[in-house]
């Protein structure tokens, strides 16, 4: 299995970015995935949520300027995030998730580096 974000990047204050994670190895459309990030120093904070009906949730510090999309056949999802603040400066993490009786599959990503800055 096999979790991979990308698109990170140094944006400035007022600026937009897509994050990407891809997904093998997993029967992708039956995983809930999360978008968490964590800055130094802080504890990691739960960003969006999209289940397998794409349903969404979004963090507090985040609602109205992010969007959580997926796109199964791509066994992907996608983070939009615009007007973007210094303080969303953090690395970014995905992970998939599912349970099925008594088993848990969690899978996690190693992450992709958002700095917002002038």
């Known amino acids: 299995v096999q979790v991979v974000e990308s698109g990170g990047a140094l944006v400035q204050p007022g600026g937009s970015l897509t994050l990407s994670c891809v997904t093998s190895?997993?029967?992708?459309?039956?995983?809930?995935v999360d978008w968490h990030r964590q800055a130094p120093g802080k504890e990691r904070e739960l960003v969006a949520t999209?289940?397998?009906?794409?349903?969404?949730n979004y963090g507090d510090s985040v609602k109205g300027r992010f969007i959580v999309s997926r796109d199964n056949a791509k066994k992907t999802v996608y983070l939009q995030m615009t007007t973007l603040k210094s303080e969303d400066t953090a690395a970014y993490y995905c992970?998939?998730?599912?349970?099925?009786?008594?088993?848990?599959?969690?899978?996690w990503g190693n992450g992709t580096q958002v700095t917002v800055s002038s």
């Open positions: 992970n998939a998730h599912r349970s099925s009786g008594e088993y848990y599959y969690d899978y």
């Open positions: 190895g997993i029967m992708f459309s039956i995983y809930t």
């Open positions: 999209i289940t397998p009906s794409r349903d969404t």
